[in-house]
């Protein structure tokens, strides 16, 4: 199956500072990328979409000055988080949409990036 | 009320019993059905994939779709305490149309 990786798998970082998430595809292209939040025992939140090579979609009530996201290559895409505050602290987890052999809707998840900002 | 719905659970069998997890959703354009497994601060995996209405099974997993009731399950035989993890339903229209996931059930096996 498709591989998807991310990094750091955890992150702590004060107040008032960005952190970068990157997630990459390690075995396949992949021209869309999502990430999605997470708070406990709670579904995925998708964040946005992110093309290659173009802007990222947010969905509603994102700020995307605060999530910056860049998808600069087919196997990665990063998410910045600039000024982070305490309320930023959640489960943040990309996927990436395998197009190979098959209907164009299947999402391969990476493991995940655990934020806390002190 | 929203696309896709699914019970939260949290639901608890014993070992060996057959578990049966359902999503019910109100979009008829949804053509491709998918569960997912998550375990606690891990991200979700691909678990069964199915385009359209029907079956597929996949070892001790199948997956039904009903598209006549918008109704899909997924039943988990001879069920294990590995099994124990949230489990989400989602799908989609197809083309660039997004993902919408359920709510996703927790299940737990008991030994």
Redesign the interface.
């Known amino acids: ?1 498709a591989v ?1 990786s ?1 990094h750091p798998s955890w992150v702590i970082c004060k107040s008032g500072t960005s952190v970068k998430i990157e997630c990459r595809s390690l075995d396949f292209q992949a021209t869309t990328m999502f990430w999605y939040r997470q708070f406990p ?4 939140m ?1 964040m946005a ?1 992110s093309n290659e090579g173009s802007k990222a979609t947010y969905e509603q009530g994102v700020e995307k000055d605060k999530f910056l996201i860049n998808h600069a290559s087919l196997t990665l895409s990063t998410l910045t988080v600039t000024s982070a505050h305490p309320e930023d602290s959640s ?1 943040y ?1 990309c ?1 990436a949409r395998d197009v190979r052999f ?11 990036t ?1 934020l806390t900002v002190l | 009320q929203k696309e896709v719905e699914q019970d939260p659970g949290p639901l608890s069998v014993p070992e060996g019993a057959i578990v049966s997890l359902n999503c019910t959703y109100s979009n008829s354009a949804f053509q ?1 059905f ?1 569960w ?1 497994r998550q375990y606690s ?6 678990l069964m ?1 199915t ?1 359209s209405s029907g079956n597929k099974e996949d070892g001790r997993f199948t997956a039904q779709v009903d598209k006549s009731s918008k109704y899909i399950s997924l039943f988990i035989r001879d069920s294990q305490p590995s099994d124990s993890a949230t489990y ?1 339903c ?1 799908m ?1 229209a ?2 660039a149309s ?2 919408i ?4 059930t ?1 299940l737990s096996i008991r030994p």
Do not use: H
């Open positions: 199956g998807v991310q025992k709670q579904s995925l998708l979409t489960f987890i996927s098959q209907p164009t809707d299947t999402q391969y998840f990476g493991p995940g655990r | 491709y998918m997912y601060r891990k991200g979700p995996e691909l994939y385009y989400l989602a989609s197809g083309g997004k993902i996931f359920g709510s996703g927790r």
